[in-house]
């Protein structure tokens, strides 16, 4: 079973930019959440999507955004590029989101804004 | 704010000794509790969870013990192994109060050396 894949996984952007990072869910699995993770902040939840719908946004300003198509897949975008947003972002997938379903993550996506 | 408080950041064991990764929280609608290990470059992967229900769970070397009452659980590896030197993540979820759903509240990650 293929594990949650994240494009890309490199990337350099420069400040100003805008940039749309992939995800791709386990197969089945209709939550999609994505969290930034840096050395100063650790793991901040951005947001959640089921069916579709956003659930739940974490705290970050509306630069960021996500949606989620109707096979899970999902995106995430970010405008308007700040040197502070370099971080590794990443995807991670379950079943329904509901506490106690396995959250598995992809390997991330490696974002420098230059 | 942080809503799961985790120690130590960073920690030396020698081979075979006990590696033990604290975290402390507050919000009790907390109701389970993930651990996480996070290799470089890697995306973190779950290592095993617990619930409040019970104050133990073992798999394999991984124990996680749990204290309800004092709003504490902890992660020990028994006989450390240098392929354990990795990043931990304790981590928390509740049942969805309308804006909580899906999301995992995260410690801010031990980082463990395993010398061999």
């Known amino acids: 079973k293929a594990g949650v894949t994240q494009t890309p996984r490199y990337l350099i952007k420069t400040r100003g930019q805008q940039v749309t990072l992939s995800c791709s869910p386990i197969s089945g699995h209709r939550s999609v959440s994505w969290y930034q993770q840096t050395p100063g902040q650790g793991l901040q939840f951005l947001f959640e999507?089921?069916?579709?719908?956003?659930?739940n946004k974490g705290n970050f300003p509306g630069r960021f955004s996500g949606r989620q198509f109707s096979n899970s897949r999902s995106e995430m975008n970010v405008s308007t590029l700040e040197l502070g947003d370099s971080a590794l972002y990443l995807c991670?997938?379950?079943?329904?989101?509901?506490?106690?379903?396995?959250?598995?993550f992809g390997e991330g996506s490696w974002l420098t804004v230059v | 704010q942080q809503q799961v408080k985790q120690s130590p950041q960073s920690l030396i064991v020698q081979k075979g000794g006990i590696s033990i990764i604290n975290c402390a929280y507050e919000?009790?609608?907390?109701?389970?509790f993930p651990w996480y290990q996070q290799f470089p470059g890697k995306g973190p992967a779950l290592l095993i969870a617990?619930?409040?229900?019970?104050s133990e769970k073992k798999e394999g070397r991984f124990t996680i013990s749990f204290n309800k009452s004092a709003k504490q659980f902890s992660l020990h590896i028994m006989d450390s192994q240098p392929g354990d030197s990795a990043t931990y993540f304790c981590a928390a979820s509740m049942p969805d109060r309308g804006s909580t759903l899906g999301r995992l509240y995260f410690g801010r990650g031990t980082q463990l050396t395993v010398w061999p």
């Open positions: 919000n009790t609608a907390f109701d389970y």
């Open positions: 999507y089921f069916s579709e719908t956003q659930r």
């Open positions: 617990i619930r409040p229900d019970v």
């Open positions: 991670a997938s379950s079943l329904t989101g509901y506490p106690g379903n396995t959250i598995y």
